[in-house]
């Protein structure tokens, strides 16, 4: 690859770390691309490079699984016989890739073997499969075997951290990651949640505050009662058997018929609310409707048109709304003037809003929007960031079920509502009204409509 004989190779490595060294005074790790390989196929060559670089006034060797398809148990060896050579003059690293799925294990089983200094990436981020995951494996060191790391106190950011990452880059977080995905302290079946109940150590490794994540109950057709008091709880609602098995049972019913709750907490809770005595939402959808319009039925000319429109209008391939949504809300009357007369004031108001969107979801979303924001100012802030559909009985064609997801966001806090229907729209109002209708409840303050109001 490098196109020079080996005795070239060994000058330019300490060349390279000589200069860098004598010339310019840094601190020189070399990353040993390739070096596992290399072992495995002449391991007296590769201590002769090592050799050269240490001799060159490097401070550390960093062994690369660079193609991430060496065994634990080989990058242990390894690893063992580099810091019994070289491990009084330099730090032994290791710089591990994911393409066996290995990489956190191969680190760890470098540091089990001597190595003094671990490279990895926030949330294994790195070319083709990824690299170490650090989010794993700083944990893993810290509160498994109590290694002597720089963390300190600020072992508790590490989900944060994650979660920023991520954000920084325009990733979804992975659920199922190890210490800080929302998975990952996460439980749903009755009996585990009860055991929970007893005893928090039976199905959890460690406490999840020490990493800054939390433990969660998710309703499913494997929830007990045990999950549904504890959802009450949260819910601030009062425990009672009886409520929470209807509860439980209204689940089960649902789930048969193509509901998940697993990722809608949101949809639970407000489930929950909803059984509740003396629960008022605040606001209720009296009607909509909803229009979808289009100016050529050509699949293939329609697009060559819109895309001359967007040359021509130079718009950014914006060609105007393909949908208008009208709402019709009834919610808190906060008019000064109708409380400013004599007469009894009418506690509650009827707002009809029209608006367009791209599509009849985004149409709809808007016109709740605008007709709920002059009596709870504070959904300004609130956005949808994901619509996810799910065919549930493709057999039925056309007239199929309909699983509708949609996550919100407002500020750091994100929720998940879901709805099933055989008629998509009805399927994403419904969902849309329960993203709405927690956002009040949870993150703002208002008052709340009664039922006799209706």
């Not at 499969?129 to 700083?138: E, K, R, V, W, Y």
Request: proline share 4%.
């Amino acid at each position: 690859i490098l196109r020079a004989t080996p005795e070239e190779n060994v000058e330019m490595i300490h060349d390279s770390v000589a200069h860098l060294v004598r010339q310019h005074g840094r601190k020189v790790m070399i990353d040993l691309e390739h070096f596992f390989d290399g072992y495995k196929a002449d391991p007296e060559y590769v201590k002769q490079c090592c050799q050269a670089a240490v001799d060159a006034g490097a401070a550390a060797l960093v062994l690369c699984d660079t193609n991430g398809g060496t065994m634990p148990w080989q990058v242990e060896e390894a690893t063992k016989e580099m810091v019994e050579e070289f491990g009084d003059d330099v730090t032994i690293g290791i710089h591990a890739h994911n393409d066996c799925n290995l990489a956190v294990a191969n680190s760890l089983c470098a540091a089990k073997a001597g190595a003094g200094l671990i490279q990895g990436t926030i949330n294994g981020i790195g070319e083709r499969t990824g690299n170490a995951d650090l989010c794993s494996i700083i944990p893993t060191l810290a509160l498994k075997e109590e290694s002597n790391m720089g963390v300190g106190g600020q072992l508790h950011e590490l989900t944060s951290v994650s979660k920023f990452v991520d954000e920084l880059l325009g990733r979804i977080p992975n659920p199922a990651a190890p210490y800080v995905g929302s998975s990952a302290f996460c439980h749903k079946g009755g009996l585990h949640v009860a055991a929970m109940e007893r005893n928090a150590d039976s199905y959890q490794h460690i406490e999840p505050t020490l990493v800054g994540n939390e433990r969660r109950t998710v309703v499913s057709e494997l929830a007990g009662r045990q999950t549904i008091l504890g959802k009450m709880r949260d819910a601030g609602v009062e425990t009672e058997s009886d409520r929470a098995m209807a509860i439980l049972n209204r689940v089960k019913r649902l789930e048969s018929k193509g509901y998940t709750f697993e990722g809608a907490e949101a949809s639970v809770h407000l489930m929950i609310l909803h059984a509740s005595r003396g629960y008022c939402p605040p606001f209720k959808v009296l009607d909509y409707s909803v229009q979808v319009y289009d100016s050529n039925m050509d699949s293939a000319s329609r697009v060559m048109q819109k895309q001359m429109q967007s040359t021509n209008e130079d718009n950014d391939g914006d060609v105007g709304p393909t949908a208008r949504a009208t709402v019709k809300v009834r919610t808190l009357n906060l008019d000064e003037d109708a409380y400013s007369s004599m007469d009894e004031p009418l506690l509650f108001k009827d707002h009809l809003e029209v608006s367009d969107g791209n599509g009849p979801v985004d149409a709809l979303a808007q016109a709740l929007m605008r007709s709920l924001v002059p009596s709870h100012p504070t959904l300004s802030g609130m956005q949808l960031v994901d619509y996810k559909v799910r065919i549930l009985d493709p057999e039925s064609a056309t007239g199929a079920s309909t699983r509708v997801m949609i996550e919100f966001r407002d500020g750091d806090a994100t929720w998940t509502t879901t709805s099933v229907d055989r008629n998509i729209i009805s399927a994403s109002v419904n969902a849309l009204v329960d993203g709405f209708e927690y956002a009040l409840i949870e993150h703002a303050q208002s008052c709340m409509l009664c039922e006799d109001a209706f």
